[in-house]
């Protein structure tokens, strides 16, 4: 493409504003199937499976490691002001806050939106959508809404097993290995962790991101070009503006819920 032609900018400005258009279109449709979703709760069921429980190994382990991680980089700073004993605080604050809804996310769309984005994009290129069209069934209805109320269903789930895990992990580090009595550790955790502004704030996040990782993923696979090429290129595109747009709303609504 010739940049400096103004009539390939512009074309280019065109494709994607209608793009946008498409994807705010499909977006809406899913909303409004919810309840035709939520009637047939075995698909969404079924998929919730296939996203949650199959993401739930790589959501464990990840956790268990950030843990270790933030309890001991906490520990080694917070004992420069005499303060060692709050790094169960900090162990939480940063699980539920920021590290549990973001990596979470990352992780999702790393593992179950690849998934989608695959599955929906061959199922185009094996002409199983078009099929079904011309059974008059609605494959936005019966393939693309179970998957993405699925993912909504998921995402919020494995962020709370991910900080659970976390906070267990900064708790074999912080308490057995490092020394840091036990009842400080829990005392003000619970002292300082609070249910609405932290957790909830948390909740918020993972719904936000999970909603974003599921239709980015769902929109890829759908709109992919019918090749092998083009469903790869729709995986790696799912991983890259997935990423992308769950650290950008992650700034954004921080900004909002600290402003608030």
Known sequence: ??????????????????????????????????????????????????????????????????????????????????????????????????????????LFA???????????????????????????????????????????????LLAAVFSAVGVIGGWLVAVPLLGIDDGSFWSQMQGGVRWTSDVGNGVIKSIVFGITVTFVALWQGYTCKPTPEGVSQATTRTVVVSSLAVLALDFMLTAMMFSI
Do not use: C
């Open 1 to 106: 493409m010739n940049w400096l032609n103004p009539a390939s900018v512009g074309h280019l400005v065109r494709s994607q504003l209608a793009s946008l258009g498409m994807a705010a279109r499909l977006f809406a449709r899913l909303v409004a199937l919810t309840p035709a979703a939520l009637r047939r709760f075995s698909l969404v069921t079924e998929q919730t499976f296939f996203l949650g429980n199959r993401s739930l190994s790589i959501i464990s382990v990840s956790g268990l490691f950030v843990g270790f991680v933030l309890a001991l980089q906490g520990y080694y700073t917070l004992k420069r002001y005499g303060s060692a004993e709050a790094v169960g605080l900090l162990v939480a604050l940063s699980l539920v806050r920021e590290l549990g809804p973001v990596v979470t996310a990352l």
């Open 110 to 156: 790393g593992r179950a939106g690849t998934s989608l984005t695959a599955e929906i994009g061959l199922m185009k290129a094996g002409e199983q959508l078009a099929a079904m069209e011309m059974m008059a069934v609605d494959p936005v209805r019966r393939v693309l809404a179970p998957r993405f109320w699925a993912g909504l269903i998921a995402m919020p």
